[in-house]
Structures are given as C-alpha cells and as structure tokens.
C-alpha cells in the first residue's frame, strides 16, 4: 500500500484533489453515517476492526498544505515523531493545553520520509537512514491518541530540502498553517542546510505574531534522555522492556492479514501475516504477543518478525502471528500486535522438521508466560 493511500483509509476525512475532504460513505446501524464502534480507544481491542479504529474521527490529516478554506489558527509543533514516545508525549500534552487555552487548533506537522532517509538516498548512503520505530499509520494514531486534531505530513523532497528558513516560515507556518503559538526542541534547526534556529523563529513571530516556546529534552527517573534513537537502540538488541519504557506502552506493529505462502498451516501453526514497514527498528526475531482487533479481548500468540531464511531468501521483513488455540478468520483485518517479550533470535534450520519443532517450543514457552503473566 502507498503511504498515499495509507493516509487516505487512515484519516477517512482528508482532502481528495479538490482540496476537500472526502465524505465517508454512511454505515447501516449508526446515527448520521457516523461509526459508532470506531471510536479509537486504546483499551478497547474489539473495536479495532473499523479502518478508523487506531485514529479518533476528529483528526483531519492533510498530505500537504491544507487548503484555504480549511485553515485556521493553531497551536504547532515539528518533528518526525517517530515512536510518540513520552518524550513526544510530553511537547503534546503542552501543545494541546495551550490550544484548549487560546481556543486554537492543536496541530502536527511531520515529514514522510525522514529528512535523515533524504539525504541518505540521496548521497547513496542507505546505511544511514533511521530505522521506524512505527509506520505512518501507527504515528498518526498516537498523535490523534494524544489530543492532536490536525496532522500535516509534508513529504520532505528536494522542494523542501532546499527551502529557505525564511520561506519555511512564511510559506508553511504563517500562511499555509495560520500557526499562532509554535513549540519545539531547544535544538531545532530548520530550512536549507539548516540554516535556521530557534532566534529566527523568535524574530519571525514577532513580526507575523506568533508566540515560540521551546522544550527541554524530558528525561527518565536515572536522568537519561528519552528519544526515537533510544527507542531504536532498544528494539535493536531485543530490550522490550527498556523499550516499553521510553514509549509509555508496549511496542507494536499494526496492519491489515494478508495471504502469504500458508507454510505455516501445513505444519500445523497457522500465522497471520502482516506488512511491516522498511527498516523495521524491531530486531529480527521470535517473540511473545497478543493480538488486539479479532476479538472482544486480546488474544495470546507466539510471532516472527524477520525474513524467514529458511523457507525464502527475499530478504524481505514480514511479522508472522501464531493464535495460541484461536481459530479466527483474520483475513483483511486490520490488527495491532503487542510485543511483550522476545524469545530467541530469527534463525535458518535445515529442514522443516526441524523448523517445526522449534515453532513448537515457541509455542510451549509462549503458553508458559501466559500463565504465569496472564492478558
């Protein structure tokens, strides 16, 4: 799927060509067309089904710029935002409460791809693209988790590596985002070749009226800064734990069942199969999960996530969730899988016999933690 029509199914409300916002077609059994179970609580597996389940309705996400009769003043703030960690978290929570305060429109805006991923294909040097900690639709719906109304993502291309300071912030936070109060980090930088800084800002809201604000880096109980390149450095050596801390929850893939090589049920483990976004920060691996959006509860599993060397050599990263005694038609099911602790490293067997015996231990050691740990 394209990040294109990612952003499309996920928002549901966003601008078509016309610069307005496609209409969702009414449901039967909901008032005035509205989904009434896709409400996007996250202690609410069973209604994940609805393709507007992980985002709550009132987000309006444009893919650029929204269109003038769509804008309005806002309370702003940049960033990649990769993972929403409580780092993240944090800058939200004050966007949102200076918002409530000055009755303006808490607001996102974020690149697709990664400024780093640009130059890194750019100058041929894909070793240093960032990892994703989560995929678009994962980001998206933390921001809407998180209070954030508007979401902008400006697709960070050559257009926008070589804009000004100064037209960034006339063109895109004056004009195009109508922002009235800006947050950011001490150490942002902005426009070509990173020209411009948090002084900049401070003139340019003097003169177009609005206010900069910046914040300090937010730190754990032992002092250490909590950011996306801790997270990855987490997810990289299997530290779940760690991880879920710097998040404020459990990491997790989510995405749509779709048909793989069904090897799996001929060896007597059926899997769901999920997509799983390029340079996946999650180290490659077997791990224990639950899986929210099949059922009114979350549903215990046993999951690789890596390339399965030993039946394909693609190369190419898929998430495989065994239901631990569920049998569901999952199918085109949109699914949010929980990782909760890894149990060994991904690794190419000799045989299939030998392949699934070892799914079989998985799946002891799995129902082992289960009933130790519960749901």
């Given at each position: 799927?394209?990040?294109?029509?990612?952003?499309?199914?996920?928002?549901?409300?966003?601008?078509?060509?016309?610069?307005?916002?496609?209409?969702?077609?009414?449901?039967?059994?909901?008032?005035?067309?509205?989904?009434?179970?896709?409400?996007?609580?996250?202690?609410?597996?069973?209604?994940?089904?609805?393709?507007?389940?992980?985002?709550?309705?009132?987000?309006?996400?444009?893919?650029?710029?929204?269109?003038?009769?769509?804008?309005?003043?806002?309370?702003?703030?940049?960033?990649?935002?990769?993972?929403?960690?409580?780092?993240?978290?944090?800058?939200?929570?004050?966007?949102?409460?200076?918002?409530?305060?000055?009755?303006?429109?808490?607001?996102?805006?974020?690149?697709e791809p990664h400024p780093r991923e640009y130059f890194a294909?750019?100058?041929?040097?894909?070793?240093?693209?960032?990892?994703?900690?989560?995929?678009?639709?994962?980001?998206?719906?933390?921001?809407?988790?998180?209070?954030?109304?508007?979401?902008?993502?400006?697709?960070?291309?050559?257009?926008?590596?070589?804009?000004?300071?100064?037209?960034?912030?006339?063109?895109?936070?004056?004009?195009?985002?109508?922002?009235?109060?800006?947050?950011?980090?001490?150490?942002?930088?902005?426009?070509?070749?990173?020209?411009?800084?948090?002084?900049?800002?401070?003139?340019?809201?003097?003169?177009?009226?609005?206010?900069?604000?910046?914040?300090?880096?937010?730190?754990?109980?032992?002092?250490?800064?909590?950011?996306?390149?801790?997270?990855?450095?987490?997810?990289?050596?299997?530290?779940?734990?760690?991880?879920?801390?710097?998040?404020?929850?459990?990491?997790?893939?989510?995405?749509?069942?779709?048909?793989?090589?069904?090897?799996?049920?001929?060896?007597?483990?059926?899997?769901?199969?999920?997509?799983?976004?390029?340079?996946?920060?999650?180290?490659?691996?077997?791990?224990?999960?639950?899986?929210?959006?099949?059922?009114?509860?979350?549903?215990?599993?046993?999951?690789?996530?890596?390339?399965?060397?030993?039946?394909?050599?693609?190369?190419?990263?898929?998430?495989?969730?065994?239901?631990?005694?569920?049998?569901?038609?999952?199918?085109?099911?949109?699914?949010?899988?929980?990782?909760?602790?890894?149990?060994?490293?991904?690794?190419?067997?000799?045989?299939?016999?030998?392949?699934?015996?070892?799914?079989?231990?998985?799946?002891?050691?799995?129902?082992?933690?289960?009933?130790?740990?519960?749901?």
């Amino acid at each position: 799927m394209t990040r294109r029509r990612l952003v499309e199914e996920i928002s549901g409300k966003i601008k078509n060509s016309k610069g307005n916002r496609a209409r969702p077609t009414p449901k039967s059994g909901t008032r005035h067309g509205q989904r009434a179970r896709c409400r996007g609580d996250w202690n609410k597996p069973g209604i994940q089904n609805c393709k507007l389940s992980l985002v709550k309705p009132p987000l309006r996400i444009y893919r650029s710029l929204p269109p003038p009769d769509r804008r309005a003043p806002c309370a702003l703030t940049i960033g990649n935002f990769d993972g929403v960690h409580r780092g993240h978290q944090a800058m939200l929570a004050r966007v949102c409460h200076v918002a409530r305060e000055r009755g303006l429109t808490p607001a996102v805006m974020t690149f697709e791809p990664h400024p780093r991923e640009y130059f890194a294909t750019l100058n041929h040097r894909p070793e240093l693209a960032p990892t994703r900690i989560s995929g678009l639709r994962d980001k998206l719906a933390a921001l809407a988790r998180y209070g954030i109304s508007q979401v902008v993502v400006e697709r960070f291309n050559a257009r926008l590596a070589e804009m000004s300071a100064n037209a960034f912030i006339e063109n895109l936070l004056v004009q195009g985002l109508q922002a009235k109060w800006l947050l950011v980090g001490e150490d942002f930088r902005f426009g070509h070749k990173r020209s411009g800084d948090i002084d900049l800002l401070r003139e340019a809201g003097m003169r177009h009226g609005f206010d900069v604000q910046t914040l300090a880096d937010v730190t754990d109980r032992q002092g250490h800064r909590i950011s996306s390149s801790e997270v990855r450095t987490a997810l990289a050596v299997g530290d779940l734990e760690r991880a879920r801390h710097l998040l404020g929850h459990p990491y997790h893939i989510s995405g749509h069942v779709i048909h793989g090589q069904k090897l799996g049920r001929t060896l007597g483990f059926p899997t769901m199969n999920l997509r799983v976004a390029e340079r996946c920060a999650a180290r490659s691996g077997i791990y224990i999960v639950q899986v929210y959006g099949l059922a009114e509860r979350a549903l215990p599993a046993v999951a690789s996530l890596g390339v399965r060397p030993t039946v394909e050599d693609r190369g190419r990263v898929l998430l495989e969730a065994h239901l631990l005694d569920e049998t569901v038609n999952a199918y085109g099911k949109l699914v949010r899988v929980e990782f909760l602790q890894k149990l060994r490293d991904e690794e190419k067997f000799p045989d299939l016999p030998s392949l699934t015996a070892a799914i079989a231990e998985d799946a002891r050691n799995a129902r082992a933690y289960f009933a130790v740990h519960g749901l």
